[in-house]
């Protein structure tokens, strides 16, 4: 039985903030990836072979053309997955409950509700202008799941997606070499011999952590990015191609280029435009110098402390 699995995106720029979700992003990395590369992964790795990334925006036809076409073709199953949550369901069980039911669609459930993932027979897709709609009247089955499931709407449950891959508490699996237990570093990482580096934590590909920085507290640096002489992180995040300054102390955070969260206060700050942190270009990072800020040098401990203080 051929089967395809249809994923639905986030509608417009995929790197832009979503309304009322802070500065999250679904294109920010958790530990490496994606979630949406998570997704096709594990749908992959079902010997899913058609797999199709389409646009949330209900103005676009693609969700429903796609899978009418894939039904007329002799696509026989759809897993269709809207990109709001990471669910780690057992899809080989998703896939026998279905086939075991009456119903032509099955739609997954946990304590909260929908998480947006479905599965839809041929004949569905063929009868129906909308079968994805979460309004349609089609009678469905209804598949409860019981295991880890977060959903990614806001920076602060983008930040417990982390702690809990980071802490063993879900099944996402990091790359990178374990240099100690639980502390995850890319073989193209640099890390200062004087660098302080407590479990768990992860350091991503092309990362420079400089003298004297620290991370401590489930933190995590993505691809690209320098920490540099003496900052710390402490329950923080440092999205791709983010330079920060010396000598600043970042905790409960997001830094996204030259924007900070902080998940504490609710409040977002840019920290460009007081030399605090940049966004690291690609001639920057060959030249394997930092970019030079604005403002001249990043304030110190103190100082930023100070200004934190001061922050709306």
Same mark, same amino acid.
């Given at each position: ?87 780690e369901?057992?899809?080989?069980d ?34 129906n ?30 930040r ?26 890319d ?6 011999a ?35 002489? /003496? *900052?710390?992180?402490? $329950?923080?995040?440092?999205? @791709?191609?983010?330079?920060?300054? &010396? %000598? =600043?102390?970042? !905790? ?28 690291? /270009? *690609?001639?920057?990072? $060959?030249?394997?110098?930092? @970019?030079?800020?604005?403002?001249? &040098? %990043? =304030?110190?401990? !103190?100082?930023?402390?100070?200004e ?5």
């Amino acid at each position: 039985m051929e089967m395809g699995a249809l994923i639905v995106a986030a509608g417009g720029d995929a790197g832009s903030a979503l309304h009322g979700s802070g500065l999250w992003t679904p294109a920010w990395p958790v530990l490496g990836k994606t979630v949406l590369q998570r997704w096709i992964e594990r749908v992959q790795g079902l010997g899913v072979g058609l797999v199709s990334v389409v646009d949330r925006n209900p103005q676009e036809p693609n969700r429903i053309h796609t899978m009418v076409e894939w039904a007329k073709e002799g696509v026989e199953q759809v897993l269709l997955i809207a990109l709001g949550s990471y669910a780690e369901i057992d899809l080989p069980d998703l896939i026998r409950f279905h086939s075991a039911g009456q119903r032509k669609v099955t739609q997954v459930f946990d304590q909260q509700g929908p998480l947006g993932i479905s599965l839809l027979d041929r004949g569905c897709m063929l009868a129906n202008q909308e079968p994805a709609s979460q309004d349609s009247d089609l009678p469905s089955s209804r598949y409860d799941f019981l295991g880890y499931a977060v959903r990614l709407s806001s920076t602060g449950k983008y930040r417990q997606l982390v702690e809990d891959a980071l802490e063993g508490r879900c099944g996402i699996h990091l790359t990178g070499s374990q240099t100690q237990p639980r502390v995850w570093i890319d073989d193209t990482a640099q890390v200062d011999a004087s660098a302080t580096i407590e479990a768990p934590c992860y350091i991503g590909p092309g990362t420079r952590i400089k003298a004297g920085a620290a991370l401590r507290g489930c933190s995590s640096v993505e691809r690209n990015c320098e920490i540099d002489l /003496g *900052t710390t992180l402490d $329950h923080t995040s440092i999205q @791709p191609n983010t330079y920060v300054a &010396p %000598g =600043l102390y970042f !905790r409960e955070s997001v830094v996204d280029g030259t924007r900070l969260e902080h998940l504490a206060r609710g409040v977002t700050v840019d920290l460009g435009t007081v030399g605090l942190s940049a966004r690291i /270009g *690609t001639q920057a990072r $060959h030249a394997h110098r930092s @970019p030079k800020l604005a403002h001249g &040098p %990043g =304030l110190s401990r !103190r100082d930023a402390i100070k200004e934190e203080e001061h922050c709306p």
